[in-house]
């Protein structure tokens, strides 16, 4: 029968260090380590604002008419990778075509608005 190897926390002594202490060279990286993920689809979406109203309202509507969205002109647009809220950017023009530009990334918790 094997031995137990596995250690609880008050095993450790108090100068080892712990994996998340461990400092890792960023020119030991490339591109190409992240290979394994290039296919894996992602779904990225920019949104303007949004707006909430009844289905009835919502039937209301029609050609040319204007849903007014919580945001004002100007203001920056939320960018969700997977309906995670990961930057926030501007409406561009690039040749003749919609595009978003991004101005801030998000950190985990700064996405309280």
Known sequence: MAE?????LDEFGADE??????????EEKTASD???VFDVPVNIS??????SLSVAQLLQLGQGSVLELDR?????IDIYV???LVARGEVVVV????GVTMTEIIKD?????
Do not use: Q
Request: aromatic share 2%; proline share 2%.
């Open 46 to 51: 920019a949104v303007l604002g949004r707006a």
């Open 72 to 76: 004002k002109v100007g203001e920056a």
């Open 34 to 36: 992240l290979a394994p």
């Open 109 to 113: 918790g700064d996405s309280a608005s």
């Open 82 to 84: 997977n309906n995670r």
């Open 95 to 98: 040749d003749e075509r919609l």
């Open 17 to 26: 260090a712990l994996a998340s202490d461990a400092h890792f060279d960023a």
């Open 4 to 8: 137990d190897t596995n250690l609880t």
